[in-house]
């Protein structure tokens, strides 16, 4: 059984221009969960998505978005990025909420 | 106050040893509970999941919860080099879909 895809692995990007990272999640699962995890704050929840719908939002500006489709994988974009925005961002799948969540191996995004 | 903290380590044991991991939380909405293991530049990788309180074993893993005292462990017995890694406790309600709260890891060398 196929685990989570993230691509690509590595980005590097400039300041102000926008990227996007693509999320492919076990077969079956419906609920995709975003996170950015950086050094200095940990493992941060970016937003979840099940059956196409956004269902939960974390505490970050509206340059982090996402989406998802129909065949449930997920897509989130960042615009105008930062230096900030340097970080690991992680992709889980589950079947629904609350049950288990197995991540991707994280997109690196370095902005520079 | 952060809602999950976790016991900030670094922590090094001898190979066969047992490793004690821990973390607490104020939120009393919490119901499930997760430990992951991360491997440097690696993604998460669940390795138990317990929903209330009890406990749960899985090969030389153990996990218990504590509700009453908002505590969690993951016990390693005979601890290997392979264990080496950070460990992330992680925990959900069902009144935040999809969201886990993480603590912020331990890194955890066990040496030969």
């Known amino acids: 059984k196929a685990g989570v895809t993230q691509t690509p692995r590595y980005l590097i990007k400039t300041r102000g221009q926008q990227v996007t990272l693509s999320c492919s999640p076990i077969?079956?699962?419906?609920?995709v969960s975003w996170y950015q995890q950086t050094p200095g704050q940990g493992l941060q929840f970016l937003f979840e998505?099940?059956?196409?719908?956004?269902?939960n939002k974390g505490n970050f500006p509206g340059r982090f978005s996402g989406r998802q489709f129909s065949n449930s994988r997920s897509e989130m974009n960042v615009s105008t990025l930062e230096l900030g925005d340097s970080a690991l961002y992680l992709c889980?799948?589950?079947?629904?909420?609350?049950?288990?969540?197995?991540f991707g191996q994280g997109t690196r995004l370095t902005v520079v | 106050q952060k809602e999950v903290e976790q016991d900030p380590g670094p922590l090094s044991v001898p190979e066969g040893a047992i490793v004690s991991l821990n973390c607490t939380y104020s939120n009393s909405a919490f119901q499930y509970f997760m430990w992951y293991r991360q491997y440097s530049r690696k993604g998460p990788e669940l390795l138990m999941y317990?929903?209330?309180?009890g406990n749960k074993e899985d090969g030389r893993f153990t996990a218990q919860v504590d509700k009453s005292s908002k505590y969690i462990s993951l016990f390693i017995r005979d601890s290997q080099p392979s264990d080496s890694a950070t460990y992330l406790c992680?925990?959900?309600?069902?009144?935040?879909?999809?969201?886990?709260?993480f603590g912020d890891g331990t890194t955890l060398t066990v040496k030969p």
């Open positions: 998505y099940f059956s196409e719908t956004q269902r």
């Open positions: 077969s079956g699962h419906r609920s």
């Open positions: 992680a925990m959900s309600s069902n009144t935040n879909a999809g969201k886990s709260t």
């Open positions: 317990t929903y209330s309180s």
């Open positions: 889980a799948s589950s079947w629904t909420s609350n049950t288990e969540a197995f």
